[in-house]
T-cell receptor, first 113, second 115 residues
Framework: ETGVTQTPRHLVMGMTNKKSLKCEQH?????MYWYKQSAKKPLELMFV???????ENNSVPSRFSPECPNSSHLFLHLHTLQPEDSALYLC????????????FGQGTRLTVV | AQKVTQAQTEISVVEKEDVTLDCVYE???????LFWYKQPPSGELVFLIR??????QNEISGRYSWNFQKSTSSFNFTITASQVVDSAVYFC????????????FGTGTRLTIIP
């Protein structure tokens, strides 16, 4: 069993759909993250949760809505997305919020049509 | 502000050759941490190494070695006797105490090992 699990692995959605990405970590970590990986761009940090509290939101459009119900689970709720939102969305967790290595899930490949 | 530059977008080498992936970073902080991650085709980023700014000792782990030089702000990664399984995208990253403590990634280097 991998430390960080993301579902689904692939998702195709229309611009009017609502969907959610799920992330679960089995490492006992206190911090969780959402990253966006687009082609030929650096990984973009979207949201940071530390001890279930959102501590960072990097100017992400409101069509992306994170939720962290407990320290092991992280969701990314999606609605009315645009084609440019198509990307690989990676979840990560770390022991603490700073100075520690992050462990990543395999990502959800999202295509918006 | 902090920045990580991986100037090599793609590298191809023949199996068993050695290959070095370059990483140059910028930060105004004196305390920072550098990382290398490997992203195989399956998608997840696999942590390889973390190095803090006060430890300039080079590190070797099997076929992997890392050369950290503060004087040139570089943290290069060498794979010796490369294997096909080393084919992946490799990311260098930086986090600092005063750079909002965000993990800043480079754009990655796609390494292809030719059998």
């Amino acid at each position: 069993e991998t430390g960080v699990t993301q579902t689904p692995r692939h998702l195709v959605m229309g611009m009017t759909n609502k969907k959610s990405l799920k992330c679960e970590q089995h490492l006992g970590h206190n911090a969780m993250y959402w990253y966006k990986q687009s082609a030929k761009k650096p990984l973009e940090l979207m949201f940071v949760y530390s001890l279930e509290e959102r501590v960072e939101n990097n100017s992400v459009p409101s069509r992306f809505s994170p939720e962290c119900p407990n320290s092991s689970h992280l969701f990314l709720h999606l609605h009315t997305l645009q084609p440019e939102d198509s990307a690989l969305y990676l979840c990560a967790s770390s022991q603490a919020r700073t100075n520690t290595e992050a462990f990543f899930g395999q990502g959800t490949r999202l295509t918006v049509v | 502000a902090q920045k990580v530059t991986q100037a090599q977008t793609e590298i191809s080498v023949v199996e068993k050759e050695d290959v070095t992936l370059d990483c140059v970073y910028e930060t105004r902080d004196t305390t920072y941490y550098l990382f290398w991650y490997k992203q195989p085709p399956s998608g997840e980023l696999v942590f390889l190494i973390r190095r803090n700014s006060f430890d300039e000792q080079n590190e070797i782990s099997g076929r992997y070695s890392w050369n950290f030089q503060k004087s040139t702000s570089s943290f290069n990664f060498t794979i010796t006797a490369s294997q096909v399984v080393d084919s992946a995208v490799y990311f260098c990253a930086l986090i600092s105490n005063f750079g909002n403590e965000k993990l800043t990634f480079g754009t990655g280097t796609r390494l292809t090992i030719i059998p």
